[in-house]
């Protein structure tokens, strides 16, 4: 047992250099998606009838189908950063904290691929 407080213990230690990569790119992405979710929300209201066949060709167009993708890319990578973050700080268990950040991980992965998937078969 020791006598020193816990910050007595942790000076000197440095930190762990991971944190302020992950915050940049969780601010990049919101940066990135505000642009994109505008654009899809003015182009699904613009659409004249919400008929599928209506749906199908505006997802059909190359510059659409570019910017679904790149939304979906920036909306599953920012929903990966800001799960993590919370699963880091409200879970305690470490064994926990690790298997539910590869879940989290590997469920926005597999989503993400799904949704380009059918972007680009609609598309194609």
Not at 41 to 49: D, K, T, V
Not at 63 to 68: G, I, P, R
Not at 77 to 96: A, F, K, N, P, R
């Amino acid at each position: 047992m020791s006598l020193r407080t816990p910050l007595s213990r942790a000076h000197g230690l440095g930190s762990a250099k991971e944190g302020v990569s992950h915050w940049w790119a969780q601010r990049l992405t919101s940066i990135a998606l505000a642009p994109l979710v505008i654009w899809f929300a003015f182009s699904i209201a613009m659409l004249s009838n919400m008929e599928y066949a209506t749906l199908l060709n505006w997802i059909q167009s190359p510059f659409n189908t570019v910017m679904l993708i790149l939304m979906t890319i920036a909306g599953f990578y920012h929903m990966q950063l800001g799960l993590q973050v919370i699963v880091e700080d409200y879970v305690h268990s470490e064994w926990l904290k690790f298997s539910s950040i590869m879940l989290i991980n590997f469920a926005c992965i597999v989503f993400a691929v799904a949704s380009i998937v059918a972007v680009l078969k609609i598309s194609i």
